[in-house]
Structures are given as C-alpha cells and as structure tokens.
C-alpha cells in the first residue's frame, strides 16, 4: 500500500505541502504545454500522436493533485497562485528548447510571478 501525501510528508504543515502539490502541478502542466508544442512541430496527425498522449499524460494527475489538495483543507488562495509558476516554466522552455525569442518586458513579466509565488509562500 503506498502512503498518503499526509505519510509522506508528515514534518509539512498543510501550506507547505499545498505549495509542493501546486509546483507539481505548475511542473506537470508546463510538461504537457510543452508537449503539445512538439505535437504540433513534428507530428503528421495532430490529433493522433504519441505526443499528445505524453501530453494527456502530464495533464491527467493535475486534476487529481488539485482535488486532493482541497480535500485535504488546503487553501485556495494558496494553491491556484502558485501554479502560476506554470507561466514561467513554459517561458523558459519556450526560449531555451525551442529558441523563440523572449522580449525583456516578458522576462520582467515573470520576474514578477516568481515574486509574487515567493510571496504567497511566505505569507
């Protein structure tokens, strides 16, 4: 039988382990964004492909993460602020995987979300 998050992780307070799942789910999601991205570069058939599946694949856990999350008391306030991070680990994959070119007022932009999740972590 495999722990619980509340087995695993039993030294985190409820907060903490909200902001782990919700990095998860930042992680997962910016997986299955990017994914999709290689669908659409090197697939023949963009509905039917294997990477699509890796992307259906990535994003399926996060409605589960996200449903545990508020079943377990976590706050919303919390969790949804800190998948933002999603925005940033797309951006990055954006520009170093597939060279596109990120203007500095983007950069800044994601500067901000990265203050803005340090901050609600702290809060």
């Known amino acids: 039988m495999q722990p619980t998050i ?12 909200v902001v ?3 990095l998860s789910t930042a992680a997962l999601s910016a997986a299955g964004l990017f994914l999709q991205k ?5 697939a023949g058939n963009l509905l039917v492909s294997g ?3 890796m ?4 994003f399926a856990p996060t409605f589960f ?22 925005y940033v680990l797309s951006m990055l994959a954006a520009r170093f995987y597939f060279a ?13 979300i990265v203050a803005g999740v340090s901050a609600i972590v702290r809060g």
């Open 100 to 112: 596109e070119a990120v203007s500095w007022p983007k950069w800044f932009g994601c500067a901000l």
């Open 65 to 86: 993460i996200t449903n545990k999350v508020f079943s377990m008391g976590g706050r919303m306030s919390v969790y949804v602020p800190v998948t933002a991070a999603t």
């Open 20 to 22: 782990l799942l919700g």
């Open 51 to 53: 990477w699509l599946v």
């Open 38 to 42: 290689m669908n659409g570069l090197r």
């Open 55 to 58: 992307a259906i694949v990535c």
């Open 6 to 17: 509340d087995q695993a992780l039993p030294l985190l307070g409820l907060d903490m382990k």
